[in-house]
C-alpha cells in the first residue's frame, strides 16, 4: 500500500507484464499530475470492460487524476457500473455487499488510523445512485452523523443501469425508464440536503464538462477528509444506455443538465476551509 | 470491421490544446507525443464513442479528428503491443 509496494524486486522485472512496468516507471506515483499532462503518463486505470462513451468512465478517470496519493489510497465500491472500470486501477479495491460501502469504509479508516500512525491513508467509496441513496442510505448517513474521515463519492446515472433501467431514489421525477414505463412518481432526493444537515465537512455536486474541476474537487475532498471529516461528491455521469443518449451526444447532455439543475456547488464548512487554506499557505512558504 | 478516432496530426500539431486527452472515457487511450506536439490514437483501445469528434470540432475548433475504418490505417498504433513508451514518440505514428 505505498509506492514501495508497487515497485519490483530487482531481477523480477522481465516477468513482469508491461502495463506493470510502464505503471512503475512512468505512473503517477511519488508527484501529482495535473490533468493537463493526460496523455503523457501512464494512468492507475487500465482497459476496462464499461461501455463505449459512458460518463461514469470519464469521471472516474478524472478521479484518479485528482487522487492525491494513489499509492495510499483504498477505493470502497458496490455491485454497480462503477466498479467495473474501478477494478481494473491499480488501487485496492474492496467490493462491498450491498448496503455496508460506508460501514466497511468507517472500520477501514479507523484500523489504517491504528495501523499506521505516521502515515495518512485515504479511503474513497464510490458508489452508484442506488448503493449510495437506497441501498446503502442509512450506513451512508450515520458515516456522516459519527463525521467518519473519508470521502463519499456518488456516480449519479439517475438509474439502475447495470440491470436494465430501474428507478432509483435519485432518478428525476417523471423520467421514462424501461421499468418505470409511467414515469417516476416521486422527487429526485435532495442528498446535498441532507449532508449539508448531518454536518459533512465538504460537499460538491458537479458534471464530467470541466476535467481541472473534477479533478480539483476529488482532491480538495480527500485532503479534506484526511484531517477535518467526511466530504461528498455528487456527479452526474449519464448512463447513454439507459436514457438513450448517443455517444457523441454524451457531453452535450451534461452541459445541457449542468445548465439546467445540476450547476457546479460546493459547501464547504468553517474548519475545511482554514485546513485548505493551511496548506495553500505551507506549499508557497516551501516555495 | 468498425470506426476508430484518427487524429490529423498536420492539423493538431499546430495547436496545443490537448482538450482530446482530457475527455477520452477511455484510459491512455489519446496519447500525446511531446516530441511532435501532436495527439495519437491508440486503436486497440479505442472504442469508437466519438467523444473526441465533438470536443476537437465544437469546443477546440480545430476539426481534427475523424472516424475512419481500422482497415483504412497504413501502420495503427497499439498500446498493447508497443507499451506506454513516450520516449519513442516521435511522430511517425499514424
Known amino acids: 500500500m505505498s509506492v514501495k509496494n508497487i515497485s519490483i524486486t530487482p531481477g523480477w522485472e522481465k516477468y513482469m507484464t508491461k502495463e506493470y512496468l510502464d505503471l512503475v516507471e512512468r505512473g503517477p506515483y511519488g508527484k501529482q499530475k495535473k490533468v493537463s499532462e ?3 503518463f501512464k494512468e492507475v486505470l487500465e482497459e476496462h470492460p464499461m461501455c463505449a462513451g459512458c460518463a461514469m468512465t ?9 487522487l492525491p496519493n ?5 477505493l470502497i465500491g458496490t455491485a454497480g457500473c462503477g466498479r467495473l472500470a474501478l477494478t481494473q486501477t491499480s488501487i485496492p479495491f474492496i467490493y462491498g455487499n450491498y448496503g455496508d460501502t460506508n460501514a466497511v469504509a468507517s472500520g477501514l479508516k479507523r484500523g489504517l488510523e491504528v495501523r499506521f500512525k505516521d ?9 452508484g445512485d442506488g448503493g449510495l441513496a437506497d441501498i446503502g442510505f442509512s450506513a451512508v448517513m450515520h458515516s456522516w452523523f459519527r463525521k467518519e ?16 433501467g430501474q428507478e432509483s431514489g435519485m432518478t428525476e421525477r417523471g423520467a421514462l425508464l424501461k421499468m418505470a414505463p409511467k414515469g417516476k412518481m416521486f422527487e429526485k432526493m435532495d442528498m446535498i440536503g441532507l449532508a449539508q444537515t448531518s454536518g459533512v465537512a465538504y460537499i460538491a455536486r458537479l458534471t464530467p464538462t470541466n476535467p481541472t474541476r473534477v479533478a480539483s474537487v476529488v482532491r480538495k475532498a480527500v485532503m479534506i477528509a484526511r484531517e477535518v471529516g467526511p466530504t461528498f461528491i455528487q456527479a452526474y455521469t449519464s448512463c447513454n444506455i439507459e436514457y438513450a443518449i448517443p455517444t457523441p451526444k454524451v457531453l452535450d447532455d451534461a452541459r445541457d443538465i449542468e445548465a439546467k439543475r445540476y450547476g457546479f456547488m460546493e459547501i464547504i464548512s468553517d474548519e475545511a476551509k482554514a485546513y485548505l487554506d493551511s496548506i495553500d499557505t505551507a506549499k508557497k512558504a516551501k516555495k | ?14 495547436t496545443a490544446c490537448r482538450l482530446c486527452t482530457q475527455y477520452c472515457p477511455e484510459a491512455n487511450t489519446i496519447l500525446y507525443d511531446n516530441a511532435a506536439k501532436t495527439a495519437f490514437v491508440a486503436v486497440d483501445r479505442c472504442k469508437g464513442c466519438e467523444i473526441c469528434v465533438g470536443i476537437c470540432d465544437d469546443l477546440a475548433k480545430h476539426k481534427a479528428i475523424k472516424m475512419i475504418m481500422i482497415t483504412d490505417l497504413k501502420s495503427p498504433f497499439e498500446l498493447s503491443k508497443e507499451g506506454f513508451r513516450p520516449e519513442k514518440w516521435d511522430g511517425t505514428h499514424p
Open chain 1, 38 to 40: 493526460m496523455g503523457s
Open chain 1, 58 to 66: 470519464l469521471f472516474i478517470r478524472l478521479t484518479m487524476v485528482g
Open chain 1, 70 to 74: 494513489p499509492e495510499h489510497t483504498v
Open chain 1, 119 to 127: 502515515q495518512a491513508k485515504d479511503v474513497v467509496v464510490m458508489a
Open chain 1, 149 to 164: 474521515r473519508f470521502t463519499t463519492i456518488m456516480l449519479d446515472n439517475e438509474v439502475y443501469g447495470n440491470t436494465g
Open chain 2, 1 to 14: 470491421m468498425y470506426l476508430v478516432a484518427h487524429i490529423d496530426q498536420a492539423i493538431c500539431s499546430e
